[in-house]
């Protein structure tokens, strides 16, 4: 019944991971005269804006379907790429303060109604045990879309700075013309008050140990990712003078080792219990500092880069299959998971600010490896002492 409502969904997700920006976002930013606190305070206010959305838009999402927040987010996402491009033509920081509300508006509508609406269909035919493979597949095969953008963005970008963006808005706007062929999902909704159902999906998410133990133990392993992700990559890569090109092949390699490893994702998840699930891919952390010891860096970003996104997409695909499932009722599932992450974005954000001023004579690579052990010691004891007895119950 909604078999082609779910392919759907996978092109849309794949044209979107075609990612060409996200990559060489600081150096598109710094090409139109962006300097580093100007590049900081943008995304202070993304994510500001993020914070005060989460909540009013999944709400949303739970009371008008998942399937229009879908689309909408798409939509936004459009208008974003368009506003950025005209960045090289009009004033920067009006153009660019407009892009990031856009982006705003993206992210909080995006991630959680997209996971919630495919695992309210896979609940409606009574196939909840094929949701962590849906999940899987997908994730398997965005890498390889992103590691076919990857390729396409180092040559692009050197041909002229703007092309990545003006493909990536082609795309996404292809993605927003096909989603609003999807079907709605499978819930009957009740006009309620808004404010009343954020309320009740407050005092739920309070109500249960296991959403703030995993909100703790999210927010102790994703730290370091994080940090890699949105602060050290590209500033790392200037640092160290590489090319547009050379910087494309380590994240080609990069995206291509942990595509390889994500394939083992649906396997451990069946044949491990969820708490030795998550151990084992905590174990598989030390592996990303421990490549600080080879001596050719070119070597030890690409195996840190994929054995860390590897690690925290598989941590990502068992905790989003858990929390689906703890998650009892349909037409709050949305609001619930959006107050977990609306509050794991606060201690985040604030540690990439004392990290910035703590460690401001720190090399990159230090402070990477650092992290990583201090907060892979911490989640190691947090898994064990807490969350086993959680998943016990």
């Known amino acids: 019944m909604y078999k082609n409502s779910l392919k759907i969904y996978e092109i849309t997700c794949y044209l979107k991971s075609f990612w060409l920006w996200s990559f060489i976002s600081v150096i598109f930013l710094k090409f139109v005269w962006l300097n580093d606190i100007d590049i900081w305070i943008f995304h202070l206010i993304m994510w500001a804006l993020v914070f005060f959305l989460e909540i009013p838009t999944w709400s949303f999402a739970d009371k008008f379907w998942y399937k229009k927040s879908i689309s909408l987010s798409l939509l936004f996402l459009c208008l974003a790429f368009v506003w950025l491009l005209s ?3 009009f004033w920067k920081y009006t153009i660019f303060l407009v892009a990031w509300v856009f982006f705003s508006l993206n992210y909080a509508f995006s991630s959680w109604a997209q996971n919630s609406y495919v695992y309210t269909i896979f609940k409606h035919e009574k196939k909840e045990k094929d949701y962590i ?3 899987s597949k997908i994730s398997r095969n965005t890498k390889i879309f992103e590691w076919i953008a990857i390729i396409f963005w180092a040559y692009l ?13 082609l795309l996404v706007f292809w993605a927003f013309i096909l989603s609003l062929f999807m079907k709605d999902e499978p819930v009957h909704r009740k006009w309620d008050k808004l404010e009343w159902d954020i309320k009740s999906s407050f005092k739920i998410f309070f109500s249960q140990k296991i959403f703030i133990f995993l909100l703790i133990f999210t927010v102790l392993t994703i730290i370091p990712k994080e940090y890699f992700h949105n602060v050290m990559n590209q500033s790392l890569f200037l640092e160290l003078w590489m090319s547009v090109q050379q910087i494309g092949i380590i994240w080609a390699v990069s995206y291509f080792l942990s595509w390889f490893l994500i394939n083992t994702v649906p396997y451990v998840r069946e044949k491990f219990w969820v708490f030795y699930s998550y151990l084992i891919m905590v174990f598989l952390t030390p592996l990303v500092w421990a490549s600080f010891l080879f001596s050719n860096w070119i070597v030890s970003i690409i195996l840190i880069s994929s054995f860390l996104y590897f690690i925290n997409d598989a941590k990502s695909i068992f905790w989003d299959n858990y929390i689906q499932s703890v998650i009892k009722n349909d037409k709050q599932r949305a609001t619930i998971q ?12 604030i540690m990439f600010v004392v990290f910035g001023l703590v460690f401001v004579w720190v090399w990159y690579v230090d402070l990477f490896a650092i992290l990583s052990l201090v907060f892979w010691f911490l989640s190691l004891i947090f898994l064990v002492f807490f969350l086993r007895k959680e998943f016990l119950k």
């Open 87 to 89: 960045a090289m033509f």
């Open 133 to 135: 493979k849906f999940q």
């Open 157 to 169: 970008y050197t041909f002229a700075e703007y092309l990545p963006y003006l493909i990536q808005f």
């Open 338 to 349: 959006s107050i977990f992450s609306m509050i794991s974005i606060l201690p985040i954000k």
